[in-house]
């Protein structure tokens, strides 16, 4: 059995399957990339794995739990958190306030001091310990993007779903974006991370799993997928903003 295992996923919306038949499985402790073109389904597939959007047919278990069917915040308690591409942040509460609600509704409820300190940590993590008393609208964009990794954190999850968490950084901030991740992934975390920026995926992720129109075209090691034709060809197929 493996920690998160996905069978034959499909999500349908209307005469569109935006994620068509898809299977494959991590292993705890892993990191790998999900890719592809724009509208490909990545999203989508986050999405179902955390409980956003119920799947029409297929399997998702972690750790052998049967995910799909559950409630999202039953899925948040079975260990799984992740961060939204359009970041999700409450801007007139406190970064602490911010990171307490996921700490109490994640995977191990937390309340008072005890949420505090779980929120703290995970502030201290992205590096927004000393701001902890700011409004969450007074951040900047890099700042957002950290709140909202915490967010995630402080949900203490066994598995963290990133959606284009590094989009739209700097080159200084992308590098220590990507210091962060290897951080978490070092300290174990098992992650699945959707991400366009090629030099960071290859950076952090050994495998990756590629889709195209909802189906999964790939499921290998970072360099051979990279080099595949039918990746090639369905990201020269699409918006090619890799
Ligand atoms: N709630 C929805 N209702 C209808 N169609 C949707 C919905 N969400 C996504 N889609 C469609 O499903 C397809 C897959 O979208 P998705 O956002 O999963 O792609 P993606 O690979 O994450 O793209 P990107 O890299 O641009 O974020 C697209 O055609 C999209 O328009």
């Known amino acids: 059995m493996s920690f998160l295992e996905i069978e034959n996923a499909v999500k349908q919306f209307g005469g ?8 494959f499985s991590l292993e705890r402790g892993e990191i790998v990339g999900l890719l592809g073109p724009n509208g490909s389904g990545k999203t989508t597939l986050i999405n ?4 956003a959007l119920p799947a029409t047919s297929g399997d998702i278990r972690l750790n052998g739990m049967q995910l ?28 602490m306030e911010n990171v307490m609600i996921t700490a109490v509704f994640g995977r191990n409820t937390h309340w008072g001091d005890d949420a505090k300190r779980v929120a703290m940590d995970a502030l201290d993590m992205v590096g927004l310990s000393a701001r902890a008393t700011a409004a ?14 915490a967010r995630a954190l402080a949900a203490e999850p066994e598995i963290l779903l990133l959606d284009e968490w590094l989009a739209g950084l ?20 098992t992650i699945l991370m959707v991400e366009h920026i090629i030099d960071a995926v290859r950076a952090l992720c050994p495998r990756v799993v590629v ?5 999964l075209i790939a499921d290998e ?10 990746v090639i060809s369905a990201y020269l197929g699409g918006d090619v903003d890799a």
């Not at 079975?78 to 801007?91: K, N, S, Y």
């Not at 969450?136 to 909202?148: H, N, P, S, V, W």
């Not at 090691?221 to 990279?226: I, S």
């Open 16 to 23: 569109l399957r935006a994620v068509d038949d898809v299977s």
């Open 170 to 189: 700097n080159p200084t901030e992308l590098s220590e974006g990507v210091a962060l991740i290897r951080k978490l992934h070092q300290g174990g975390l």
């Open 136 to 149: 969450a609208g007074d951040l900047t964009y890099i700042d957002q993007k950290r709140l909202e990794l």
């Open 221 to 230: 090691a970072t360099d051979a997928a990279l080099s595949d034709p039918k």
């Open 48 to 51: 179902l794995i955390s409980g």
């Open 211 to 215: 889709m195209n129109s909802g189906q």
């Open 68 to 95: 799909t069917g559950l409630r999202r915040d039953r899925i948040a308690r079975a260990g799984v958190a992740r961060t939204f591409q359009l970041v999700r942040i409450l801007p007139s509460l406190s970064l």
